[in-house]
């Protein structure tokens, strides 16, 4: 419905008099959607042809800056997500095909906000494309709740740690992984000696900031592509993948019980 709306202001046939009317009409139905309405040109950066107000509650940027600055919707696609959406748009412009995809996009205040962005090419009477038109709907919510949904399924809710399960799945993972001949795989396990003393003397919510504490120091000895995983109370697990010498190992646990 939004994509349509959208395309009321750029008819050609319609004489002056209603076209005033239907653009006063259209501007009030537009204003009141909950999304961003857009018309893009079909060239490589998708400059801006018209974008509706509410751009400027979502992202920051008010409409004459899109409108000034053609560019400025590259500028604002996160640096992971810039080459799929420019391929997404480019394939679009190509062979026709309707634009759905999500992204995010960085707001004049620094944050990103995640968008689904949907569009259809719009052609002429003689079918030669004209445009892309669409919206942009902020889908942030949908996003923050599936992340949250995916940490507490992985993530020891405590220390920020891996889990159990997330922790078995690596470790599945590591074991099936093709390696050069010799290459390991490692587990260590740590406990906390005495940890029951300190929750009997100072209560659990010490207890917990210690283990913490103890989840951060474990984070700063291990390798980036290692996990470290809290299994239960006090009790802690490495994985470290691709092991050359096993000394190496001993290393990494004299590390650990040092810090």
Wanted: aromatic share 6%; net charge negative.
């Amino acid at each position: 419905m939004a994509a349509g709306v959208a395309s009321i202001v750029f008819e050609r046939e319609v004489a002056a008099g209603e076209r005033r009317e239907l653009d006063r009409r259209y501007r009030t139905l537009v204003e009141q959607l909950p999304l961003v309405i857009y018309v893009d040109a079909l060239d490589a950066a998708s400059s801006n042809i018209f974008t509706s107000r509410q751009i400027e509650g979502l992202l920051g940027y008010s409409v004459e800056d899109w409108r000034n600055d053609h560019d400025l919707f590259v500028k604002l696609l996160h640096p992971e997500d810039k080459a799929r959406v420019l391929e997404a748009h480019e394939r679009t412009h190509a062979t026709h095909e309707p634009l759905n995809t999500e992204y995010r996009l960085k707001a004049r205040d620094g944050h990103y906000v995640w968008i689904r962005d949907a569009g259809v090419v719009v052609s002429d009477e003689n079918g030669t494309p004209m445009y892309l038109q669409g919206y942009l709907l902020d889908i942030s919510p949908e996003r923050e709740a599936e992340e949250a949904l995916r940490r507490q399924a992985l993530y020891d809710p405590l220390t920020g740690l891996a889990n159990r399960a997330h922790f078995n799945d690596r470790l599945g993972r590591a074991i099936a992984a093709i390696r050069q001949p010799g290459e390991l795989t490692a587990i260590l396990f740590a406990d906390v000696d005495g940890f029951k003393g300190v929750n009997d003397r100072f209560e659990h919510h010490i207890g917990d900031a210690v283990l913490c504490a103890l989840a951060d120091r474990l984070q700063t000895v291990i390798r980036g592509a290692d996990t470290a995983a809290r299994l239960g109370g006090d009790e802690f697990a490495v994985i470290i993948e691709r092991v050359i010498d096993p000394s190496d190992v001993s290393i990494v646990a004299q590390r650990i019980h040092e810090t």
